[in-house]
Protein backbone atom coordinates (compact mmCIF):
# COMPACT_ATOMS: atom_id res chain seq x y z
CA UNK A 1 0.00 0.00 0.00
CA UNK A 2 1.38 3.76 -0.86
CA UNK A 3 1.48 6.52 1.59
CA UNK A 4 -0.99 7.98 -0.80
CA UNK A 5 -3.00 5.24 0.22
CA UNK A 6 -2.76 4.84 3.98
CA UNK A 7 -3.56 9.06 3.87
CA UNK A 8 -7.06 8.44 2.43
CA UNK A 9 -7.20 5.45 5.10
CA UNK A 10 -6.45 8.04 8.08
CA UNK A 11 -8.92 10.15 6.74
CA UNK A 12 -11.58 8.07 5.84
CA UNK A 13 -10.57 6.87 9.58
CA UNK A 14 -10.99 10.63 10.64
CA UNK A 15 -14.53 11.10 9.54
CA UNK A 16 -16.03 8.30 11.95
CA UNK A 17 -14.40 10.25 14.74
CA UNK A 18 -16.54 11.41 17.96
CA UNK A 19 -15.32 14.61 19.07
CA UNK A 20 -18.33 16.55 19.88
CA UNK A 21 -16.59 18.58 22.54
CA UNK A 22 -13.13 19.35 20.70
CA UNK A 23 -14.20 19.41 17.69
CA UNK A 24 -10.74 18.08 16.39
CA UNK A 25 -11.00 15.00 14.55
CA UNK A 26 -8.25 12.88 14.39
CA UNK A 27 -8.13 9.47 11.92
CA UNK A 28 -5.07 6.88 11.55
CA UNK A 29 -4.04 4.29 9.32
CA UNK A 30 -1.71 1.65 11.05
CA UNK A 31 -0.17 -1.12 8.56
CA UNK A 32 1.08 -3.89 9.55
CA UNK A 33 4.67 -5.84 8.60
CA UNK A 34 2.30 -8.79 6.01
CA UNK A 35 0.93 -5.48 5.05
CA UNK A 36 -2.64 -5.13 6.66
CA UNK A 37 -4.07 -1.74 7.47
CA UNK A 38 -6.02 -0.99 10.84
CA UNK A 39 -7.65 2.09 11.06
CA UNK A 40 -9.11 4.06 14.26
CA UNK A 41 -10.40 7.68 15.09
CA UNK A 42 -10.60 9.80 18.30
CA UNK A 43 -13.34 9.13 20.57
CA UNK A 44 -14.35 11.83 23.14
CA UNK A 45 -16.12 11.36 26.40
CA UNK A 46 -17.66 13.74 28.48
CA UNK A 47 -14.95 12.82 30.89
CA UNK A 48 -11.87 14.02 29.19
CA UNK A 49 -9.55 11.83 30.65
CA UNK A 50 -11.70 8.66 29.40
CA UNK A 51 -10.90 10.15 25.52
CA UNK A 52 -9.27 7.62 23.36
CA UNK A 53 -6.92 8.36 20.86
CA UNK A 54 -7.02 7.29 16.87
CA UNK A 55 -3.66 5.69 16.91
CA UNK A 56 -4.28 3.57 19.76
CA UNK A 57 -7.92 2.33 18.57
CA UNK A 58 -6.40 1.37 15.64
CA UNK A 59 -3.50 -0.67 17.63
CA UNK A 60 -6.00 -2.13 19.76
CA UNK A 61 -8.21 -3.09 17.26
CA UNK A 62 -4.84 -4.87 15.59
CA UNK A 63 -3.89 -6.77 18.12
CA UNK A 64 -7.23 -7.91 19.59
CA UNK A 65 -6.50 -9.45 15.67
CA UNK A 66 -3.52 -11.48 16.55
CA UNK A 67 -1.43 -8.79 15.20
CA UNK A 68 1.64 -7.65 17.13
CA UNK A 69 4.26 -6.39 13.91
CA UNK A 70 3.97 -3.04 12.60
CA UNK A 71 5.58 -1.00 9.85
CA UNK A 72 3.72 2.20 9.73
CA UNK A 73 1.25 4.50 11.25
CA UNK A 74 -0.38 7.67 9.30
CA UNK A 75 -2.21 10.56 10.90
CA UNK A 76 -4.76 12.72 9.71
CA UNK A 77 -6.45 15.69 11.95
CA UNK A 78 -9.11 18.01 10.78
CA UNK A 79 -7.27 21.30 11.73
CA UNK A 80 -4.44 22.93 10.40
CA UNK A 81 -1.32 21.66 10.54
CA UNK A 82 0.74 18.71 11.02
CA UNK A 83 -0.90 16.59 13.32
CA UNK A 84 1.44 14.58 15.56
CA UNK A 85 0.95 11.82 18.40
CA UNK A 86 0.52 12.62 22.08
CA UNK A 87 3.15 10.90 24.57
CA UNK A 88 0.40 7.98 25.44
CA UNK A 89 0.37 7.08 21.77
CA UNK A 90 3.82 6.82 21.38
CA UNK A 91 4.28 4.53 24.37
CA UNK A 92 1.56 2.21 23.32
CA UNK A 93 3.00 2.24 19.59
CA UNK A 94 6.60 1.89 21.24
CA UNK A 95 5.37 -1.86 23.00
CA UNK A 96 5.31 -2.95 19.63
CA UNK A 97 7.26 -1.36 17.11
CA UNK A 98 9.93 0.55 18.71
CA UNK A 99 11.02 0.99 14.95
CA UNK A 100 7.54 1.84 13.77
CA UNK A 101 7.73 4.92 10.91
CA UNK A 102 5.33 7.41 11.76
CA UNK A 103 4.00 9.75 9.17
CA UNK A 104 1.92 13.00 10.05
CA UNK A 105 -0.20 15.36 7.59
CA UNK A 106 -1.59 18.23 6.91
CA UNK A 107 -4.13 19.83 5.77
CA UNK A 108 -3.01 19.91 2.38
CA UNK A 109 -2.42 15.99 2.55
CA UNK A 110 1.16 17.09 2.88
CA UNK A 111 3.67 14.63 5.21
CA UNK A 112 6.19 14.32 7.53
CA UNK A 113 8.04 10.45 8.23
CA UNK A 114 9.48 10.03 11.73
CA UNK A 115 11.07 6.97 12.93
CA UNK A 116 8.54 6.32 16.56
CA UNK A 117 12.66 6.66 18.07
CA UNK A 118 13.03 9.57 17.07
CA UNK A 119 9.83 10.98 18.64
CA UNK A 120 10.12 8.97 22.10
CA UNK A 121 13.80 8.41 22.47
CA UNK A 122 13.49 6.78 26.15
CA UNK A 123 9.96 4.57 26.12
CA UNK A 124 9.10 3.21 28.93
CA UNK A 125 10.10 -0.50 29.52
CA UNK A 126 9.95 -3.04 32.36
CA UNK A 127 13.57 -3.68 34.01
CA UNK A 128 14.45 -7.12 33.28
Known amino acids: ?7 AAAEAARDQAYAPYSGFRVGAALMTEEGRVYTGANVENAS ?4 VCAERIA ?5 TSGEREF ?8 GQGYIYPCGACLQVLAEFA ?29 PT
Do not use: C, W
Open 1 to 7: MTIDELV
Open 48 to 51: YGLT
Open 59 to 63: VFKAV
Open 71 to 78: KVIVLAGS
Open 98 to 126: PALKVIITDETRQHKEYNLNEMLPQHFVL
